[in-house]
């Protein structure tokens, strides 16, 4: 039979409202370097989580084949013992333990329920020679930098006798050095059989790298290239991630522009986790009334820590620039602040950061400016239900009444709640960071329709995107960022994806 | 088709709790041939669980906001000794002496809300380290011994009863009542009626969807229901005692505060999710601040009651009552993970236990027994409350 280690076939998976992976069919071949590209949400993480039973059998359709065998994983240890390992972006270490107990962590080396600490250590020792990382098993894990915990990620994944190994984003948070010696990391194991699947959005380094590469958008695969035959440029790949269906994906607008309304100069902000890492520097842009300004970048180029540090410096440490509203300058230190200047900010995380969700519709559209429904500090809750109730009808929010929980809403739905809240605040400037992530299509349209009706009504809106057609079809002009800095500015006539993928790819000119 | 209207009214999770009382209440009235019922009875239970009802009011605010205090017990302890001090070794007039403790229980809980809010220590550690500081100080105060008695009118507060200003009257089989107590049972009667008649109104008014009439009528029946037994078996027995009176003002006054003010709403969106809360400007810092000096406060007032009530304030008072206040709140419905919670439900909470106490002792079960069932009643309250949410999420 063929030399095929693994088979996907007809995987499909949808969340309540969403579905993310349709009829997605991947074969990888033994002892290759497979890369998967596709936009933000296109389906790549899922599809991992799939293979490596963070999603259930059962809670996807479709077969997995692995090694000839077919795979029902129920959880994560179950496609382990398979050797089938996934080391997530966000990396699974346990910063205060040390690097053999994390390498080890829920595969102890030990005999009748002790830790056999020589062994453990002195295999770490062997593991960390094999990846190539120079340090003493015991130090602790917080006290190396992100390239050597990727490093200590992988010798945990070697530790468990991996023989498919699945990266998700592994360079993203890594600069230049530390990605080449990932990269001649991942082609030394190749050469000693172990099959790798790597996602990544460096498309250079996907084709520097890869023997193949699966292209999926929308949660479809749309082709799988091989570098052996086909040609393959960093072109093919972005022409095959974006599509080309812009078409009727957007309501038609004609935009009335007038003064300016947000302008930000030479903004810095600093991680307050990583001292001295300038996360945001430097960036300048402006947002007049009637405008959709987009904001390009990819994962971790910074956009949503730029959002939430102007949003009264909800993130960030040592921020520094100037924010001007309607041309005058604004000291704005709280979130309070910010909404008191006019400002407002719909979170990427409807969930962790937007809602209340075991609260209903009502209490979380008034959340945000409930002084306003109040005289002398009592809520006028009859007023709340009638604006609540004004909001369903407008923005289409579809449930049976705002006393509906928000917790069991459709994204979607969650989403008009969240822009209802902003609206309520009568915002001038609006910052939506990902406004349709998670959503069906249906209800992006309308997403997209209600944004229009905001610019319409001479409100200033900041879209942040992953999804290079919806900056597109959306905004009248778009920023790009890339590694905290912007790297350009297109208008609507000038921009299309590939040159905006160039300028967020752009490396940091100094 | 009635019943199932009547379910869809009367959700379960959140009336269950009152039906559970009720059942209770059913039960040792008649393990106790009635005796739970008798006019003193009424009183006693009343009297008896006020200190841990005024707690659990403010436990309440502070675990929908997704805290925990660990040290009303303690505090309650300084703060009549405080009281005290000032009561009997300095002879200031009570009224005075009063206000003084009660500022003092509110320094006490902003140097908590300080720690907790501003320094960022969680709730559970500071107010651990409260416990063992407040009863130090408790000690450092009184020595080993209490001090007492305390001026009459504290006596009354804590122990008391209204006076028969308008004389009694006579309610047939019954005996004779208090004419005073009556007359006020029926103005709160009056004043429930109208003002869920008015809120009901002013939804229809809004077009909002209104549970059916009859299940209104029924609730507000079973309400007023509730309010005649208790002020008449009151009424026959010595007038109604004070703190009945203080007990109902604070209810009123924090279910307000919890449904209708700005302050109380933002305690539930701290507590349901906290980012979503700071995005979306509210002073997280200063709801949470304000919580504990209100707890603070709430525990002086419950602290001079206890003190008054026993008529010393001793170096063991309040020992273990933020347990009951705790478990009052969580047997009322509250959640742990915050965000949830009703003014009404930690005291109904507290008058489960309090009847259970009751009850048992008056049937002669030893301590040891009333322990146990309190334990698994809590158990069974919360164990409850996740069943029906994830019954709820399926």
Known sequence: MSDDILRMRAITKTFPGVRALQDVNLSVRRGEIHAICGENGAGKSTLMKVLSGVYPHGSYEGEITFDGAPCRFSDIRDSERRGIVIIHQELALCPQLSIAENIFLGNERARRGLVDWNRTNHEAARLLDRVGLRENPVTTVADIGVGKQQLVEIAKALAKEVRLLILDEPTAALNDEDSAHLLDLLRGLRAEGVTCVIISHKLNEVASIADSITILRDGRLIETLSLATDEVTEDRIIAGMVGRDLEHRFPARVPDIGPEALRIEDWTVHSPVQLGRAVVAGATLSIRRGEIVGLAGLMGAGRTELAMSVFGRAYGTNISGRIYRDGREVDIRTVRDAIRHGIAYATEDRKRYGLNLIEDIKRNVSAADLGKLARRGWVDDNEEYRIAEQYRRDLNIKAPSVLSVTGKLSGGNQQKVVLSKWIFTDADVLILDEPTRGIDVGAKYEIYSIINRLADAGKALLVISSELPELLGLCDRVYALSAGRITGELSRADATQERLMQLMTKEQSR | ?394
């Open chain 2, 1 to 394: 088709m009635t019943a199932s209207l009547l379910g869809r009214s009367l959700n379960i999770r959140q009336s269950g709790i009152y039906i559970a009382f009720a059942l209770i209440v059913v039960l040792f009235s008649i393990l106790t041939d009635g005796a739970l019922l008798q006019p003193q009875n009424i009183s006693n239970i009343v009297v008896q669980n006020s200190y841990i009802l005024i707690l659990s009011i403010g436990m309440i605010l502070i675990i929908i906001a997704g805290h925990i205090d660990l040290s009303v017990g303690s505090v309650v302890a300084v703060t009549g000794a405080i009281a005290a001090v000032l009561m009997v070794e300095y002879g200031l007039p009570w009224p005075l002496a009063l206000v003084l403790t009660l500022i003092a229980g509110g320094v006490i809980g902003a140097w908590q809300g300080y720690w907790i809010a501003y320094y960022g220590i969680p709730a559970f550690i500071v107010t651990l380290a409260g416990m063992l500081l407040f009863r130090a100080l408790t000690l450092t105060v009184l020595g080993n011994q209490g001090i007492g008695p305390f001026p009459d009118p504290v006596r009354t507060l804590s122990n008391g009863f209204t006076d028969g200003y308008l004389g009694n009257i006579g309610l047939g089989p019954l005996g004779g009542a208090d004419l005073f107590s009556l007359i006020i049972g029926a103005l709160v009667i009056t004043g429930m009626v109208t003002t869920q008649w008015r809120a009901r109104t002013a939804r229809l008014g809004y077009h909002q969807s209104v549970e059916p009439f009859a299940v209104f009528l029924l609730k507000l029946l079973t309400a007023a229901a509730v309010v005649v037994v208790v002020v008449v078996q009151l009424a026959r027995f010595k007038n109604l005692p004070w703190v009945l009176v203080l007990l109902a003002l604070l209810v009123l006054a924090y279910s307000l505060l919890t449904t209708r003010a700005v302050f109380g709403r933002q305690i539930y969106a701290i507590g349901g999710n906290l980012q979503a809360a700071q995005l979306s400007g509210i002073n997280v810092r200063q709801v949470v601040f304000w919580i504990f000096v209100n707890m603070g406060v709430l525990a002086a007032l419950a602290g001079v009651i206890f003190a008054g009530r026993l008529n010393q304030a001793g170096p063991t008072a309040g020992n273990a009552f933020e347990l009951d206040a705790i478990a009052a709140a969580f047997i009322g419905g509250a959640a742990v993970q915050g965000g949830v919670g009703k003014v009404v439900g930690a005291i109904t909470g507290g008058l489960i236990m309090g009847v259970i106490n009751n009850g048992m002792s008056l049937i002669g079960s030893p301590s040891e027994r009333v322990m146990l069932v309190k334990g698994i009643v809590l158990l069974a309250a919360v164990a409850f409350d996740v069943w029906t949410k994830r019954r709820a999420t399926r």
